[in-house]
């Protein structure tokens, strides 16, 4: 019954936040962020305690200050996804600045894949719709979300700017795989797994987990892999591209643990430069009272 009351909300959403002025929409986005914040319910405690472990020594007043902007970026995201249907291709491009663009149009050009890492930071389908009117054809994975409704909402919302999204279960390796041989650019959101199978990392000192998804098919294809650090800026976002160094010796266990920290190491740099675009409010770290999750 909740799923199902959850998902209308996000139905009413998606409709009613496209039809009122885009100033109203995110000036009282704002406000709903700071009243969220506020109340400091379960999400804001742990956006709070993620953000705290990414800047070391910072006192609790900017603490404080950091958190109220972290969530008006969050409410962000949220407010450019329902409305992101109605922007025109050429507000999506113009919208859009990025470093280092080369690393991922090369790739594209060349026509041989490519595969990119990515922290949950700013707007990811803002960048994913940018790329895809550069004729990009890219392709992610989706947790498989509860009512089915909602699930087959956010496909088709990705489908409609040229996104294909897979549902995320066994077989999803090899499908990517394949779409990567056939030119595709596959993204990824790789700063959380917290399952046996994740990836232990040093993350901004603390033992954390990441996925290997993107490390294995790296290896397994030779497709280069690329970190994106996605950050707001006042009329959009703005994207800084790295390459992620892949290790040539050792074990493919080892290289693929080496490679999930190189990204861990990047995914940080981005982070301590733009924190409050980090829109983190699950847990990471590992340590104190974590359990392992099957």
Known sequence: MMQTISAWGYFTAWRVLRWLPEN????????????????????????????????????ALDLDLLVYKAMRSAIRYWCDTFRLPDWSPQRINDTVTATDEHLLLDAIAAGKGAIVTLPHVGNYDHAAAY??????????????????????KFLEYRAAF??????????????LSQRIRS?????????????????????????????AGPAILALKTGAPLICAMISYTENGIHIDFSLVPIPAV?????????????????????????????????????DGDFKDRE
């Open 24 to 59: 109203f929409v995110y000036t009282n986005a704002n406000r709903v962020a700071d009243i969220l914040t506020k109340r400091n319910g379960k999400s804001v405690v742990r956006l709070r305690s993620n953000l705290a472990r990414t800047q070391k020594d910072i006192t």
């Open 131 to 152: 790329f895809c009117g550069k004729g990009a054809k890219i392709v992610t994975v989706a947790e498989h979300l509860k009512p089915e409704a909602l699930f087959k």
């Open 162 to 175: 040229g996104m294909e999204a897979l549902p995320l279960d066994g077989r999803v390796l090899p499908t």
């Open 183 to 211: 030119g595709c650019v596959i993204a990824l959101a790789a700063d959380r797994d917290l399952s046996r199978s994740g990836i232990d990392v040093t993350f901004f000192g603390g033992p954390a987990r990441m996925p």
């Open 250 to 286: 050792g074990t493919e266990a080892e290289r693929i643990a080496q490679i999930v920290q190189n990204s861990a190491d990047l995914f940080a740099q981005g982070i301590t430069a733009y924190p409050h675009d980090w829109h983190m409010m699950q847990r990471i770290w590992i």
